[in-house]
C-alpha cells in the first residue's frame, strides 16, 4: 500500500515538472527530493543533465541528488561542476561531498582551482568529506563547521 502511494506522489510530482510555470517545476523538484525512490533519482538526474532546464530547478535537482545520496548521480554531478551560474555548480559540489564517492575528487579539485568564492567553499568542503585534505593545502580553506 505504502508503494503504491508513494507512486501516486510521484506520478503527481512528474506532472507538476512537466508546467511551464518554473516556479511550479521548482517547487517539485524539492518534493521529489523529499519523496525519494528510483524515479525520483532518475527523474533528478535527467534535470541536472538538461542544459534546456531553468538553472534553479537544475540546482535544486543537484541539491536533492545530495540529500539521496545515490551513487548513481555522481557522473552526473561531476558534469554539472560546469553547468552555468552559480546555484548548479555549488549544489553539485555539495551533493559530491554528500554522496561520498571517490570518483568525483579529481572534478572536485579541478573546481576548487578554478572557482571562486562559495562554489569553490563548497568543493573543499566535499573533499574534506571525502578525506582528500593533503590535496587542499594550496588553497585558503574555509575554517570547518564547528
Known amino acids: 500500500m505504502a508503494d503504491s502511494q508513494n507512486d501516486s506522489k510521484v506520478r503527481t510530482i512528474l506532472s507538476e515538472l512537466r508546467d511551464v510555470n518554473k516556479d ?60 552555468p551560474g552559480f546555484l548548479t555548480p555549488y549544489n553539485a559540489a555539495q551533493a559530491l561531498g554528500k554522496i561520498g564517492d571517490p570518483r568525483a575528487v579529481d572534478a572536485l579539485l579541478d573546481f576548487a582551482d578554478s572557482s571562486r568564492d562559495k562554489t569553490r567553499d563548497a568543493a573543499v568542503l566535499a573533499l574534506r568529506q571525502l578525506g582528500h585534505e593533503s590535496e587542499l593545502e594550496t588553497f585558503a580553506l574555509p575554517q570547518p563547521p564547528i
Open 24 to 83: 511550479r517545476r521548482r517547487t517539485a523538484v524539492m518534493k521529489l527530493g523529499m519523496v525519494g525512490g528510483d524515479q525520483a533519482i532518475r527523474t533528478l538526474i535527467s534535470i541536472v543533465d538538461n542544459s534546456q532546464e531553468d538553472l534553479i530547478v537544475r540546482g535544486r535537482a543537484a541539491l536533492m541528488l545530495g540529500k539521496l545520496k545515490d551513487d548513481r548521480a555522481v557522473p552526473h554531478l561531476i558534469r554539472a561542476l560546469d553547468a
